[in-house]
């Protein structure tokens, strides 16, 4: 437990805002994305720089106390946020400086990727990022990264060339291709295990204007609409990264009549290259019939990492499954799209991602502890609802189609799109084969587990007596 003589001496080393249950901003500090969440930490770290991490880590070792670490919150799994125990809360550290000249950008742990792009546009530059603007860049990179450049320059976590770190001892340490070689293979994949990271240097790229948009069709033509964009998507050159989502347009009264409320399938996103070439590649996914709408234009990157913000609001209660696929075969399609005609909430998506046959997967499988670069498409069942009283009905939906998918899925799983009720399984995943090395690198850096508030990889040492006692 927490106590006052803890906080107040704490407060002599700490340069941010230490947040307690009676504190007015302590509600507001505690929520995460996902509504479903609802923990209530003993304290809340708001960070002002690597000392307070530091300072804050020390105290959780000493004291023994639960530690939860917060980029921007937007885990749906909610390990940002722990109940009785400490958060270290980065989401004050924002800090960017870029460097036109090397094309890198230093980014502190509390930035969001939509941040990070706006403060590149200006040179003319990009970093990948995530598939809308919101996400945090610590977790979104630890676990991998995905974003609108994934086909071209690879994960947000291949394009990472150096990340400052706290460990479990209180030391800050650098991880780079040249220092601390295996903390560095560790943390592109295996997520919060090894430290609390403070800033990321990322290489970065010259992009000014990009080709993106969406192309929506009625619902009632979705299967033939996927497997035209599927069949589009095998050579299409690492420029393109294209997705599909099954989704209900918002019910907004601004909408345009065919489009408000209504179940759509939409097929688009960004081509990264000369704009002629866009035209005419994406040409026969956008005369595609019959089409409700078509949004693709010449845009900045940044505005285009902003164009699907909308489906997912934050503060909806979330659960979610995910998985990569063998094929993307017709009876896979069949099941989304049958499910999706049965969907419980308005605002649940499902998205289809191909990043495969480009940059993404020809980055050696052992240069990172992400795996699974073999599996070329894959999903994830963003289920959603407002009421409370709905989430037996939404859980159960996801659960069935997933279930339904099995003879589809492939053996892996990525990890920052798991939803927290998968334990052991989703691990396994995630990482399959490389927990062994993950397992060791942990030993060395965290050995008692103090960062085990995450899809946790247990230390060798750990596994070893459990695989011992089973
Ligand atoms: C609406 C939405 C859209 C998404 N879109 C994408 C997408 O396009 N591409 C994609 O790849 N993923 C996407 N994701 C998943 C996303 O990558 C993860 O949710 C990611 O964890 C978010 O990062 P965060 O820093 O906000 O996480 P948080 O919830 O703050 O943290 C998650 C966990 O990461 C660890 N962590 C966070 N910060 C640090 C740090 N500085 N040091 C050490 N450990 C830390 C901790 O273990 C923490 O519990 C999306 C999620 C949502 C909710």
Known sequence: MITATMVEDLKFRFSGKLIVPVDPQYQAA??????????????????????DVVQTVNLAREKNLPLAVRGTGHNVAGFAVCD???????????????DPQARTVRVEG????????DALQPFGLAATGGFVSITG?????????????VRKHGLALDNLLSADVVLADGRLVTASADENEDLFWAIRGGGG???????????????????????????????????????????????????????????????????????????GGVYAGPLDDGEKLLRPLREHEPKLVDTFQPMPYNAAQRMADFLWPAGLYNY???SYLRTLSDAAIDVFVDFFARVPSKHTVIVLEHNGDSAWDRVP?????????????????????????????????TRALFAALRP???????????????????????????????????????????????????????????????
């Open 30 to 51: 505690r929520v995460v994305f996902n509504a479903a969440i609802d923990r209530r930490p003993g304290l809340i770290a708001q960070c002002a720089g690597p000392n």
């Open 84 to 98: 009785e125990g400490v958060v270290i809360d980065l989401s004050t550290m924002k800090a960017i400086a870029v």
């Open 110 to 117: 509390g930035c969001t990727w939509g941040e990070v792009n």
């Open 137 to 149: 860049v610590s977790g979104l990179t630890l676990g991998g990264g995905l974003g609108w450049l």
């Open 193 to 267: 295990n090894f430290g609390v990271v403070t800033s990321f240097v990322f290489q970065v790229h010259p992009l000014g204007t990009v080709l993106a948009g969406i192309v929506l069709h009625p619902a009632a033509t979705a299967p033939d609409a996927i497997r035209h964009w599927r069949d589009l998507e095998a050579g299409a050159p690492d420029e393109s990264t294209q997705g599909a989502l099954l989704f209900h347009f918002p019910d907004d009264p601004s909408a345009p009549e065919p489009l408000r409320g209504a179940p759509v399938v939409g097929l």
């Open 320 to 322: 979610w499954k995910s």
């Open 365 to 397: 499988d052992g240069a990172t502890a992400f795996g699974h670069r073999d599996w070329p498409y894959n999903f994830v069942v963003t289920s959603a609802w407002s009421d409370p009283r709905d989430t037996e009905e939404n859980i159960l939906w």
């Open 408 to 470: 589809y899925l492939a053996p892996g799983a990525y990890v920052n799109y798991l939803g927290g009720d998968e334990g052991v399984e989703g691990l396994k995943a995630a990482y399959g084969e490389k927990l062994a090395r993950l397992a060791a690198v942990k030993e060395k850096f965290d050995p008692r587990n103090l960062f085990r508030l995450n899809q946790n990889i247990a230390p060798a040492s750990v596994q070893g007596r459990e695989a011992a006692l089973a």
